[in-house]
């Protein structure tokens, strides 16, 4: 039976476990959107801290993809010296490199940017947080698919072992997925076209054993909007007109942010979603949403609820959450750094 520390091989990934650093904006960048020192130490804690998967937050593919001023950036080839010192530290501690590359769409946070969406509809018309996007039209479509293809191969040479395309949140490519934001009535109506361009974009950039993931919100909870088993449709439909190995290897599963809603949340919300469309897809998911202990974490691979668990905020406060699970859990694993074993064993 698997458990939280059973290896896990997605193409030419193996990962030492099943527990995944969720992408997590670090605001921690400035206008350029190079990686900081910041980064550096954030990143390669939680690498010596055994997680298996280190992805890096939401890392705009075009300057006004950005959902703050203060986001990492792949905009441009000179963003990939210092995201390839970011892999190379989290390889050193035996962790593998995932980066979510994202277009934060009608949700860009930075003023001077222009605001680009599906269609023009308020985020929020009454107390507008962000300004009212404009419709893309062809052009601005093919300028976004041509970014995420420059941008995977970007990741490529910064040496990411995996791709994450973030989908979820309401950002651009969800916002072209979801109904409650995409009222065109061209052959995008659908939502699914566009995803399906930057797969085939980023699949001819990259080789064919690197696993590329998409990041979903599985539920807008709103009426009218997306529930898990419209979102694997969508899915499975895209995945039908995927060459063989050239589509989705895996799904992070969220929810909620493509428009205000009151989200009933407590530990381990998002798991049905993950199990929904892991049965629907036939496709790996990853789960989590308010995982806190080892015992919940362990819980949702022994029951083949999903492949592989995310953790985001207690990874924040506790980037040695791993290696107190393996106390927990009782497993026994190699230490990154090997001195850090002193702990365990107390001599
Ligand atoms: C500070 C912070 C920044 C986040 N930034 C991102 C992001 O860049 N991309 C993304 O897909 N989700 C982002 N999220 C959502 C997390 O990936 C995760 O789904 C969420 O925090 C729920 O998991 P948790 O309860 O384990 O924290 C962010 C969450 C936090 C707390």
């Known amino acids: 039976m698997n458990h939280l520390f059973t290896p896990f091989t997605l193409k030419s990934m193996t990962l030492r476990n099943r527990i995944v650093m969720a992408p997590m904006c670090m605001y921690s960048s400035d206008q350029t959107g190079f990686v900081k020192p910041f980064h550096m130490t954030h ?3 939680r690498a010596m801290g055994g997680t298996a998967l280190v992805i890096l937050e939401a890392t705009a593919v075009e300057a006004r993809g950005r959902i703050s001023a203060e986001d990492l950036g792949i905009w441009s080839d000179t963003h990939v010296e210092g995201l390839k010192q970011l892999t190379e530290v989290i390889h050193r501690h035996g962790a593998k490199a995932g980066i979510q590359l994202a277009h934060a ?3 860009c946070g930075v003023p001077s940017e222009d605001m680009i969406a599906p269609s023009p509809v308020w985020f929020e018309e009454a107390e507008p947080s962000y300004r009212l996007p404009r419709e893309m039209n062809i052009d601005d479509i093919q300028t976004v698919v041509e970014a995420f293809k420059q941008a995977a191969r970007r ?3 910064a040496g990411f072992d995996f791709i994450e395309l973030h989908g979820a949140h309401g950002y651009l490519i969800n916002a072209y997925l979801s109904p409650l934001t ?3 009535n061209d052959q995008y109506a659908d939502g699914t076209l566009l995803l399906e361009e930057i797969l085939n974009a980023v699949h001819s950039v990259l ?5 590329v993931g998409l990041r979903i919100s599985a539920e ?4 009218g909007g997306n529930l898990p088993e419209h979102l694997a449709e969508k899915i499975n439909r895209v995945m039908k007109k995927m060459p063989e190995g050239q589509g989705i290897d895996l799904i992070n599963v969220s929810s909620g942010g493509v428009v205000p809603s009151r989200i009933n949340v407590f530990d381990g919300y998002q798991t049905r979603h993950a199990e929904i469309i892991g049965q629907l897809t036939h496709i790996p998911v990853m789960s989590g949403g ?3 202990t080892a015992e919940m974490a362990d819980e949702i691979i022994r029951n083949n609820r999903a492949e592989l668990v995310f953790l985001g905020r207690q990874l924040l406060i506790d980037p040695y959450f791993p290696l107190h699970a393996a106390v927990t859990l009782k497993q026994e694993i190699d230490y990154a750094p090997v ?3 002193r702990w365990k064993t107390g001599r």
């Open 220 to 223: 807008d909870y709103a009426e």
């Open 105 to 107: 769409g009608r949700k």
């Open 155 to 157: 990741a490529l040479e």
């Open 339 to 341: 001195a850090y074993e």
């Open 207 to 211: 080789p064919s054993h690197l696993p």
């Open 290 to 292: 308010r995982i806190k």
């Open 43 to 45: 990143y390669e804690t």
């Open 182 to 184: 995409n009222f065109r």
